[in-house]
């Protein structure tokens, strides 16, 4: 049974993604476009990986992999025409039909190891053509244009993060539009493994959001923390949007598995571009929040279930006395490092406050923000270290490289 029902309670099962061929693609050249600061020594980033998916199991925490849920999927033909009618539509600017038609033959005759590898690490021209045996001379105008080392199906780094692209919110799954375009593609191999995959399939949940259908109204998986008592937590800032929050919370009202969401503002900035870069929950009434921002100025709202379709929304005068409201508690911890303005900086943009939680009051985070790990201990928090120089390139840490499917209350 798939169920999240809070950010901090014992966490039992996580979807995770041990980067490949998605980073191997990587050049100074695209890096940007793909939302990584710098390249990667892929070899380290794998090993730093598996050190923390091997934390995560010593935990108890059941890890599935990414790569893995999807190779298992397109085991089944109906999800190879799913997920191929989707990435390679007649209608991709840089494809064109005939493009399409042949790239479309070569995925299909691959096995289902082969094609989950290259529906998340891509396919270069020189792939293509190498795999048909052909220079470009037929009747694809997109395949004359492209250079050989660019790509008919761009890799997906930042599949990485698989918090963004789905995350599950108490009985239920958001499968979630996405902001970027170097990103959308993840939501449809999300959309396969969740449709096609029998661990899935046999199973009974709710389905918040539908990210193909519901996009562009964006809405991320890093902006979204459950906090128990059936509320949620959700930053609106540079990933999602308030189309994407109004979608979910009306479908999380619907059902009843949700009765409050406090919606808070953040700046739109690339080293601010989800909640849980800058505030995440780490015990039953604890919260780590970058110390450059002051909690008494942060802008929310709390949406409460209105008539028929309607939310009832009314603007907090303080966000953190709201939320120990909604969880019933005297006041909650607001844990800031004291550290100077370049350390704060440093420290946020390394992804001091992107931690996940593995039961209350115990966090993984990267070991590199020595400063904010410090402080969290002074509060009582057990961190639990891993290296994360090669992985943190993507600016992205241990709450965004996970997806919990099944955690406990808190
Ligand atoms: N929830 C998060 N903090 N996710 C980090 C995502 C980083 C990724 N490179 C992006 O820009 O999308």
């Known amino acids: 049974m798939y169920q999240v029902k809070s950010e901090v309670g014992a966490l039992k099962q996580v979807i995770l993604h041990e980067p490949g061929l998605d980073l191997e693609r990587l050049t100074p050249g695209n890096k940007d476009e793909l939302l990584f600061d710098d390249v990667v020594w892929v070899t380290r980033a794998q090993q730093e990986h598996r050190a923390f998916q091997q934390l995560l199991r010593d935990r108890g925490v059941t890890v599935h992999l990414l790569q893995d849920l999807l190779a298992e999927a397109v085991k089944h033909e109906e999800a190879v025409a799913f ?5 390679l539509d007649d209608r991709q600017p840089q494809l064109g ?10 995925l299909t005759g691959m096995g289902p190891s082969e094609l989950a590898a290259h529906l998340l690490g891509g396919l270069s021209k020189s792939e293509v053509l190498e795999a048909l045996g052909e220079k470009p001379g037929t009747g694809s105008l997109g395949l004359r244009l492209l250079a050989d080392e660019e790509f008919v199906l761009a890799p997906l780094p930042n599949a990485l993060f698989t918090r963004d692209t789905s995350c599950w919110i108490y009985d ?25 995959h029998p661990m899935f399939t046999e199973e009974r949940f709710h389905r918040w959001i539908d990210g193909e259908a519901m996009a562009p109204a964006a809405i991320e998986g890093g902006d979204v923390a459950v906090l128990g008592a059936g509320t949620v937590l959700i930053g609106l800032g540079e990933r999602t949007t308030p189309a994407g929050v109004e979608n979910l919370v009306r479908s999380l009202f619907a059902a009843g598995s949700a009765q409050r969401a406090i919606v808070v503002e ?3 900035a690339r080293a601010l571009m989800h909640l849980d870069t800058v505030l995440t929950m780490v015990d039953r009434d604890a919260f780590t929040l970058f110390s450059a921002l002051d909690p008494a100025a942060l802008r929310s709202w709390t949406l409460t279930p209105g008539t028929g379709q309607d ?12 939320i120990a409201a909604a969880l019933e508690l005297d006041a909650v911890r607001v844990l800031q490092t004291r550290q100077d303005h370049y ?35 002074d509060h009582g928090i057990e961190v639990l270290p891993i290296r994360g120089d090669q ?17 406990d209350a808190a």
């Open 172 to 196: 239920g799954l958001s499968i979630n539009p996405m902001m970027k375009a170097a990103r959308t593609r993840e939501t449809v191999n999300y959309e396969t493994i969740y449709n096609f």
């Open 83 to 87: 997920v191929l009618d989707r990435v």
């Open 266 to 268: 953040l700046p739109k």
């Open 343 to 377: 350390s704060a900086r440093r420290e946020q943009w390394n992804d001091g406050c992107n931690l996940l939680a593995v039961a209350p009051g115990t966090v993984i985070a990267y070991e590199i923000n020595e400063s904010s790990n410090r402080m969290l201990e």
């Open 311 to 322: 939310l009832h929304i009314t603007e907090n005068a303080d966000l953190f006395t709201q």
């Open 97 to 106: 039909a005939a493009l399409a038609q042949e790239t479309r033959k070569l």
């Open 391 to 407: 992985l943190g390139r993507g600016r992205g840490g241990p709450r965004c490289m996970s997806c919990p499917i099944e955690r």
